[in-house]
């Protein structure tokens, strides 16, 4: 899925450093390492490319690294969010780093485990497919 189509000029992160109050969705890309954080509503946050949304808080924040694409708007569409960019500093580039590593080691073990869980279900699937033939060849 692309947001393109969410906005027309998408907000830059990394040359705003004042809060920004979102009424609605609106893409969001990421110059630089850093976190969004939440000022004022809750957020809803979809990561292009991830599978999972996030909902963060005010007085909460979420990192994010350069390259990011995202789309973020109030969670309650009746209230609009303030969001703030807080860019990691130099010093701080190789505490990201790690974050990164151990983020994607997170995430392949979390692939491998739910590849195995769907090995699993499509086991029970075939067994229970199974046994419907055999139950309807009885009753025959």
């Given at each position: 899925?692309?947001?393109?189509?969410?906005?027309?000029?998408?907000?830059?992160?990394?040359?705003?450093?004042?809060?920004?109050?979102?009424?609605?969705?609106?893409?969001?890309?990421?110059?630089?390492?850093?976190?969004?954080?939440?000022?004022?509503?809750?957020?809803?946050?979809?990561?292009q490319g991830e599978?999972?949304?996030?909902?963060?808080?005010?007085?909460?924040?979420?990192?994010?690294?350069?390259?990011?694409d995202l789309l973020?708007?109030?969670?309650?569409?009746?209230?609009?969010?303030?969001?703030?960019?807080?860019?990691?500093?130099?010093?701080?580039?190789?505490?990201?780093?790690?974050?990164?590593?151990?983020?994607?080691?997170?995430?392949?073990?979390?692939?491998?485990?739910?590849?195995?869980?769907?090995?699993?279900?499509?086991?029970?699937?075939?067994?229970?497919?199974?046994?419907?033939?055999?139950?309807?060849?009885?009753?025959?």
């Amino acid at each position: 899925m692309s947001f393109e189509h969410q906005s027309i000029r998408p907000v830059r992160l990394g040359t705003h450093h004042k809060p920004i109050e979102l009424a609605r969705a609106s893409r969001v890309v990421v110059l630089h390492d850093g976190w969004l954080s939440v000022r004022q509503g809750r957020a809803w946050i979809t990561r292009q490319g991830e599978p999972d949304d996030w909902v963060v808080e005010a007085g909460k924040r979420l990192p994010l690294v350069a390259g990011a694409d995202l789309l973020v708007g109030p969670w309650d569409g009746s209230e609009p969010v303030t969001v703030r960019w807080e860019r990691v500093e130099p010093d701080a580039a190789a505490a990201t780093g790690v974050l990164r590593r151990g983020a994607a080691r997170a995430l392949h073990g979390l692939a491998a485990r739910l590849s195995a869980a769907a090995h699993a279900v499509e086991a029970v699937a075939r067994r229970a497919q199974g046994a419907g033939t055999e139950f309807d060849r009885c009753a025959a």
